[in-house]
T-cell receptor, first 116, second 113 residues
Framework: GAVVSQHPSWVICKSGTSVKIECRSL??????MFWYRQFPKQSLMLMATSNEGSKATYEQGVEKDKFLINHASLTLSTLTVTSAHPEDSSFYICSAREGGYQETQYFGPGTRLLVL | GQNIDQPTEMTATEGAIVQINCTYQ??????LFWYQQHAGEAPTFLSY??LDGLEEKGRFSSFLSRSKGYSYLLLKELQMKDSASYLC??????????????WGAGTKLIIKP
């Protein structure tokens, strides 16, 4: 099946620093990638949808200047949390859509961010 | 508006059968997904239904009734490793230029020996 990787899997940073998370589709081309955030014991929250070569579409309430998304190629999307604060500590998960009729989303393993 | 409902938590016994229901209200329905998510891990894809009826895949089956806005995930011969959250998600036309996946809050399934 399709494989999506994320890097890093864990990151701890100081408040005010920026953190970049990479999402890669390893064996397929993903025209669309999604970024989610999940707080403990809560459901997935879609942050943004990114299409290769164009600007990301952000969900209501998500600051696009704080969560920078770049989808420069068909296999790589990055999420940069700028000037991170403790309230940004969360589980960030990306998924990639393979395309075609089913348009199944395949998820990366997630990145745990802890901002001190 | 858009709404997806599924039970918060269910308990079942190892070896038994459990059915997790999902009801939805969307304006541009175009398919329903079920995902499994173990604690602390990312979701994994289980099934996809776009037409009415039952889709069987090993121990797991998924059913859809578009007219009733209803789906269920059926798990047979339950194993302890099936303890997880099960997420129902509906693919919906957003009225602009794209589809979006709307997520339910998930059903936490607890399997007891």
């Amino acid at each position: 099946g399709a494989v999506v990787s994320q890097h890093p899997s864990w990151v701890i940073c100081k408040s005010g620093t920026s953190v970049k998370i990479e999402c890669r589709s390893l064996d397929f081309q993903a025209t669309t990638m999604f970024w989610y955030r999940q707080f403990p014991k809560q459901s997935l929250m879609l942050m943004a949808t990114s299409n290769e070569g164009s600007k990301a579409t952000y969900e209501q309430g998500v600051e696009k200047d704080k969560f920078l998304i770049n989808h420069a190629s068909l296999t790589l999307s990055t999420l940069t949390v700028t000037s991170a604060h403790p309230e940004d500590s969360s589980f960030y998960i990306c998924s990639a859509r393979e395309g075609g009729y089913q348009e199944t989303q395949y998820f990366g393993p997630g990145t745990r961010l802890l901002v001190l | 508006g858009q709404n997806i409902d599924q039970p918060t938590e269910m308990t079942a016994t190892e070896g038994a059968i459990v059915q997790i229901n999902c009801t939805y209200q969307t304006s541009g329905f175009n398919g329903l997904f079920w995902y499994q998510q173990h604690a602390g891990e990312a979701p994994t894809f289980l099934s996809y239904n776009v037409l009415d009826g039952l889709e069987e895949k090993g121990r797991f089956s998924s059913f859809l009734s578009r007219s009733k806005g209803y789906s269920y995930l059926l798990l047979k011969e339950l194993q302890m490793k099936d303890s997880a959250s099960y997420l129902c998600a509906v693919r919906d036309w957003n009225g602009k230029s794209n589809y979006q996946l709307i997520w339910g809050a998930g059903t936490k399934l607890i399997i007891k020996p």
